[in-house]
């Protein structure tokens, strides 16, 4: 079946490290996502690409990275930069404009 | 900024009653208006959408509504049923195919 799954589920971290967040999806989609979601708050975009090989910042990027060397891929980095990183993350990704958002079933990251 | 108020945050309804939840966006470009249904620990499900071309889009169940005028659309659930019960979030589509999402309203309906 096609979907869009995100891996690990739960995620742990200690202060001052990096960790990455796997995103695949097997849609044949374009354009990808990432999103952050905090409690009584709406998701948040933190990074997109639109196509392999490239991405853009979204409104909240500062303490993450991305990459797009695949189109099934789009890994996020959370840096020790990130000042809050304890939330709730969501991958997604589009076939093409004016479509909405299939949704990873996201990765709760909880810094210890 | 540009955004999307969802109202209200919380609603309880009882079983077969209609539950019916408001956005209103800013962004007079805005085009394209999904909503999604969140299961606790589960990413957001595609429900329902409407395009800024009509005025109202039905799926048994589930109906969006949408004034263009008032820049303002509603999700509609009748005959309401437990496994209804989830956060639905409400997007106005953005420039870039991003979408500005509402903050989600929490819906419980009681057996």
């Known amino acids: 079946d096609g979907g869009i799954t995100q891996s690990p ?7 001052g490290q ?3 967040l796997s995103c695949e999806q097997n849609l044949n ?11 009584g708050q709406g998701l948040r975009l933190i990074y997109y690409s639109q196509i392999v090989n490239d ?8 303490g993450y990275s991305v990459s797009r060397e695949k189109k099934e891929s789009f890994p996020l980095t959370v ?5 809050n990183p304890t939330a709730f993350y969501l991958c997604a990704s589009s076939f093409e404009a004016n479509y909405g958002y299939t949704f990873g079933s996201g990765t709760r990251l909880t810094v210890v | 900024g540009e955004n999307v108020e969802q109202h209200p945050s919380t609603l309880s309804v009882q079983e077969g009653d209609s539950a019916v939840i408001k956005c209103t966006y800013s962004d007079s470009a805005s085009n394209y208006f999904p909503w999604y249904k969140q299961e606790l620990g589960k990413g ?9 071309n009509v005025g109202e889009k039905k799926d048994q169940r589930i109906a969006v509504t949408l004034n263009k005028t008032a820049k303002h659309f509603s999700l509609h659930i009748t005959e309401t049923q437990p496994e209804d019960s989830a ?8 420039a870039g195919n991003q979408f500005y999402f509402g903050t989600g309203t929490s819906l419980t309906v009681i057996p």
């Not at chain 1, 989609?29 to 979601?37: E, F, G, L, S, V």
């Not at chain 2, 956060?87 to 953005?94: E, I």
Request: with cysteine; proline share 4%; net charge positive.
């Open chain 1, 55 to 62: 991405f853009q910042k979204g409104d909240i990027a500062e």
């Open chain 1, 29 to 39: 989609h374009d354009a990808m996502y990432w999103y952050r979601q905090d409690p």
């Open chain 1, 9 to 15: 589920k739960y995620l742990f971290r200690k202060e």
């Open chain 2, 44 to 52: 957001p499900q595609l429900i329902i959408d409407i395009r800024s």
């Open chain 2, 87 to 94: 956060v639905y979030f409400c997007a106005a589509k953005r």
């Open chain 1, 79 to 83: 840096t020790s930069a990130q000042k």
């Open chain 1, 18 to 20: 990096n960790v990455t």
